[in-house]
Nanobody, 124 residues
Framework: QVQLVESGGGLVQAGGSLRLSCAAS????????MGWYRQAPGKQRELVARETSGGSTNYADSVKGRFTISRDDAKNTVYLQMNSLKPEDTGVYYC??????????????????WGQGTQVTVSS
């Protein structure tokens, strides 16, 4: 079972910055992609940013140029640097990891795991 531990959320004024971190802990698996999703009150969860192990990234149009996702594969950790924050960025941010479990060094089954979420509140 992959455990994802998030940190870095909080309250910030519009125009400010926050950095989220998410560390994955588990053995016997290979992580293919890690990303961040968010859910605002009354809205569906949406992709914010995602990065694959090959270095490909994709961002929601609303955060392009303001947010940057990065990974430290040695630590199985993903970061989200959020700059120029806006009130509409407010929501619960969830870390996600996708990959494959191995059994006796043989690919066994795919997984997609979620963190517990961290609140980001941007005041105007």
């Amino acid at each position: 079972q992959v455990q994802l531990v998030e940190s870095g959320g909080g309250l910030v004024q519009a125009g400010g910055s926050l950095r989220l971190s998410c560390a994955a802990s588990a053995s016997g698996l290979r992580i293919i992609a890690m990303g961040w999703y968010r859910q605002a009150p009354g809205k569906q969860r949406e992709l914010v940013a995602r990065e694959t192990s090959g270095g490909s990234t994709n961002y929601a149009d609303s955060v392009k140029g303001r947010f940057t996702i990065s990974r430290d594969d040695a630590k199985n950790t993903v970061y989200l640097q959020m700059n120029s924050l806006k009130p509409e960025d407010t929501g619960v941010y969830y870390c996600n990891a996708e990959g494959t479990y191995y059994r006796d060094h043989i690919p066994w089954t795919a997984f997609s795991s979620w963190g517990q979420g961290t609140q980001v509140t941007v005041s105007s």
